[in-house]
């Protein structure tokens, strides 16, 4: 069997321009770096799954975004190999369409949720008195309905302006994707925003916290760099992917070598989106003392303040 390029984002080929082979040597590592990812990120969202909702005996906030952003990147590498296989066809089948479907759908709940935490430590940290009024471990599950309602309604409207624009799967010869393109650049884009904006206030809160004990400075600088991580880590993973599909939607590539360089950017940077499944395990759960804790021990004592498991 060929091996082709992973592609796992809109392109452009059409039926003037041949199949877009990368090097062998590239087929290979992206099989291998596949598998190894979804090895390793089923078995730490696994295991993250199991602490926090068998381990954990209270129910905080950060734990409902926490919990639905292990099932979101759980479910995304589940499709994973469903939605490679789908790459060997060009043609909308009904595989493609329904593990291409699936993997969107985690990929930008993932994002969505990660917006959500940093929310969620904006308000608690700037905003006390309000926190204490709109954070409830209710008012996040209702926030998370919400981001998957509005995440599946925008794939679906997706799917149909991809079947409008001439095929919704990423291989699709015949598709423009100009449409679909831009919803995902949005699902990006504004979220990114919001993070940033975020993350930044509560870098300049906890600059400005006063240290009352060399305790209370180690906890400020711990929280300090787990911020710096989360930011990190969002913007090296999916920074690259919007950034080459804005440049396919300002420059239409209008040669098949254009496209073929096109075909082999999405497909390096969707290979480092991917990674962000197995990272967000590391940044978000391991990283948390209640986390720790609570895998650690044969009974899990009662949970601290949910701000400590936000900043922690």
């Keep these: 069997m060929v091996l082709r390029t992973v592609c796992t984002q809109p392109g452009t080929m059409n039926g003037t ?6 090097p062998y040597a590239l087929q290979i590592f992206t099989v291998v770096y596949s598998a190894v990812l979804l090895l390793l990120g089923l078995l730490l969202n ?6 926090f909702c068998r381990r954990m005996p209270q129910w905080t906030e950060t734990r409902v975004y926490m919990t639905n952003l292990a099932v979101a990147d759980f479910f995304l590498l589940c499709s994973l190999p469903f939605m490679l296989l789908s790459l060997q ?3 909308d089948t009904l595989l493609c369409q329904v593990s291409q479907t699936i993997y969107m759908v985690n ?5 969505s949720l990660v917006t959500a935490i940093a ?3 904006y308000m608690a940290l700037r905003h006390p008195l309000h926190a204490r009024r709109l954070r409830s471990p209710g008012q996040a599950a209702a926030v998370c309905l919400a981001l998957w ?5 925008s794939l679906l409207l997706r799917l149909y302006l991809g079947q409008q624009e001439g095929g919704f799967c990423f291989r699709s010869y015949s598709r423009h994707q100009f449409s679909s393109t831009i919803l995902s650049l949005l699902g990006f884009y504004l979220p990114l925003a919001v993070l940033v904006f975020c993350s930044v206030q509560v870098l300049m809160a ?7 004990d060399t305790g209370q400075a180690e906890a400020t600088r711990k929280a300090t760099r787990m911020i710096w991580a989360n930011l990190i880590v969002f913007v090296v993973c999916f920074l690259p992917l919007h950034v080459v599909l804005t440049v396919q939607v300002a420059v239409p590539p209008s040669s098949c070598v254009a496209r073929r360089v096109f075909s082999l950017a999405l497909s390096t940077t969707s290979q480092l989106s991917n990674a962000n499944c197995c990272l967000d395990a590391i940044c978000y759960y391991y990283m948390t003392k209640e986390f720790k804790d609570a895998s650690a021990r044969p009974s899990a004592s009662k949970s601290q303040d949910s701000q400590s498991l936000t900043l922690s």
């Design 17 to 22: 321009c041949p199949s877009p082979h990368g």
């Design 89 to 91: 066809d060009s043609k």
């Design 107 to 111: 990929r930008y709940m993932s994002i």
């Design 46 to 51: 696994g295991l993250a799954l199991w602490v």
């Design 149 to 153: 309602i509005l995440v599946i309604g």
């Design 206 to 212: 906890l600059a400005h916290r006063p240290a009352s």
């Design 119 to 121: 929310m969620d430590r």
